[in-house]
């Protein structure tokens, strides 16, 4: 019986609930180890973006015989170059458009105010268990306004403390590209035979899985940005470069990106020209159909091949576990952890049929 596949795993989960239950009850002793791993997180996965973005370009220069060293400071130079020339070619429009969204705000606000108040004024004719959660929906609304004071003070705490932590990123892009041919022998290096092949084929469907991923995702979402910005500009949207941003950085969110860059593109449509709310949304929806049938699809292939609605329930959950990041990181995980599981089910399916050959 010890051999059956569901008893290894039966005891296999029963470990792992024992060690977790025992982490949770001296979950104290490793407090400053969480610290630290808070305070290196975002530096490290922001450098790690950049290596996965800019390792092409390394292997590129040292192939034209450029030294590491040389190539990685190439690297870096060409990186201040763009955020330079962005700052300098894009940055004016955007600082523009920010100040007058500012001055505008007041208007901005009391207009959305009046339409809330117009459908509040309607709900009379809604059913009773609607107006009870439009009640409820208007209760919270208000306690998070009485509170926004707070809340204000502690984006700005945050904010200071990322741009402080964000300097770590350069250093970790350094080391990262200096010494990330070592990390599979190093790992590897604890192994021998066939094991140590099967650890390295691993970790090489990880990497090309980590990397199909987020040069595939972030590509995907310049072009949705290119796409919302010609299509807002054609309309004629106010703050088109600036929500056209907005919409960029949100498809890095799977699923959910889209419809919250929506939101502040319906805001200022509905208090400009309510008619261009239905170009948005018309804007909005030829985007994603192109992205999704088209760009996607050519982009990233069938490297993580991961069904819709695993991507929905993978969100919702993630989303209630670890909030903003456990979104936008539930996805890579997933798709690493189904190489990793494909790897050991293809590992056991040999050593089954090699058994059986030797029978």
């Not at 305070?39 to 220069?61: A, H, K, W």
């Not at 990685?72 to 600082?95: D, E, Q």
């Amino acid at each position: 019986m010890t051999n059956k596949l569901w008893f290894q795993a039966g005891v296999g989960i029963i470990l792992a609930l024992v060690i977790i239950r025992l982490f949770i009850e001296v979950q104290g002793i490793f407090d400053p180890l969480f610290i630290i791993a808070k305070t290196i997180f975002v530096p490290l996965l922001l450098g790690g973006v950049l290596f996965y973005l800019t390792r092409p370009i390394l292997y590129f220069l040292e192939k034209r015989g450029l030294p590491k060293w040389a190539s990685i400071i190439s690297i870096i130079l060409a990186i201040v170059l763009v955020f330079w020339l962005f700052y300098v070619m894009i940055g004016p429009m955007v600082t523009k458009q920010v100040n007058s969204l500012v001055d505008n705000a007041p208007e901005i606000v009391e207009d959305v105010e009046n339409y809330a108040q117009y459908l509040l004024d309607q709900r009379s004719r809604l059913p009773d268990s609607i107006q009870e959660q439009i009640n409820g929906m208007t209760s919270s609304i208000g306690d998070w306004a009485s509170n926004i004071g707070s809340v204000m003070l502690s984006f700005i705490t945050g904010l200071i403390s990322g741009l402080v932590t964000l300097i770590l990123v350069p250093f970790f892009l350094i080391y990262l590209l200096i010494d990330h041919k070592r990390f599979v022998p190093f790992v590897s290096g604890f192994f021998s035979g066939e094991r140590k092949s099967w650890i390295i084929k691993t970790l090489q469907d990880i990497d090309r899985t980590l990397r199909s991923y987020i040069q595939g995702q972030l590509f995907v979402s310049f072009l949705v940005g290119i796409m919302l910005l010609i299509g807002y500009w054609i309309i004629g949207l106010e703050y088109a470069l600036l929500l056209a941003l907005i919409g960029m950085v949100t498809n890095v969110i799977p699923f959910l990106g889209p419809y919250i860059a929506v939101i502040p593109a319906i805001i200022i449509a509905l208090v400009t020209d309510p008619v261009k709310v239905i170009w948005v949304l018309v804007i909005m929806l030829v985007a994603q159909q192109i992205e999704g049938n088209l760009i996607t699809p050519n982009v990233m292939g069938n490297a993580l091949d991961v069904h819709p609605l695993t991507v929905i329930t993978l969100i919702l959950a993630a989303g209630n576990i670890a909030g903003l990041w456990g979104i936008i990181l539930a996805i890579p995980t997933y798709a690493v952890l189904k190489s990793i599981a494909k790897n050991v089910y293809a590992r056991r399916q040999e050593i089954r049929e090699t058994a059986t050959k030797d029978v």
